[in-house]
């Protein structure tokens, strides 16, 4: 019988090895899917929070960018707010002239606008009710030199200050506001510059 235990030893002694050998090869195999699937997951994992960091540098600087916008739109509007108070101040300012120095104004607007032409100029109800004597014998002199002439309305014109100045059928409204209006986007950017150096 021992001859039978010796291969019977031999047998198990062989299959013993060949299940060491099975069992090494999957538990190496089974480390080698782990240490891929480790690998996979980590490269996994740096895309992940690499592109996570890129979108949150991304989502703060056009956070960045917004603020910095919307701040200057109400910069802006601050600034214009500001220039539009302005002004109505300087308006109000030269309404409240006193009358030499109102009508020399109104002369000296009068005389950019005069033509060589007969003219009709206008004034509100309060410039008609305190208009100097000499007012409408100064500007037929500028009218003179363009080889026009001009008569002061008798009839108050619906304007609060400056003067509407009408040749036949054509009128153009020099009142304050309506010269500010004219111009104001060149006031407001001289302004600007003269307010915020």
């Known amino acids: 019988m021992s001859g039978l235990d010796d291969i019977l ?53 056009n956070s960045c960018a917004s603020a910095d916008a919307a701040m200057k739109r109400k910069i802006l509007a601050c600034k214009v707010e500001l220039i539009d108070e302005t002004i109505e101040k300087t308006i109000d300012k030269l309404k409240k002239l006193p009358d030499k120095e109102y009508f020399d104004l109104i002369l000296k607007l009068a005389k950019g606008h005069i033509q060589s032409d007969k003219g009709v100029i206008g004034l509100g109800k309060a410039d008609l009710a305190r208009v100097p004597k000499d007012f409408e014998s100064e500007l037929n ?4 030199e363009k080889g026009g002439s001009i008569q002061l309305s008798k009839e108050p014109a619906d304007i609060d200050d400056g003067f509407i100045l009408s040749y036949g059928l054509i009128s153009e409204n020099c009142s304050f ?17 003269v307010l915020f150096r």
């Open 177 to 193: 506001r309506a010269i500010v209006e004219s111009e104001k986007d060149e006031i407001r950017d001289t302004a600007a510059r």
């Open 141 to 144: 002199s500028f009218a003179a």
């Open 9 to 61: 030893n031999l047998i198990e002694a062989q299959q013993k090895q060949a299940e060491d050998s099975i069992m090494k090869a999957a538990a190496d195999k089974a480390r080698r899917i782990q240490n891929e699937g480790n690998e996979k997951a980590q490269k996994a994992y740096e895309e992940h929070l690499a592109r996570s960091k890129a979108q949150a540098e991304k989502d703060f600087e």
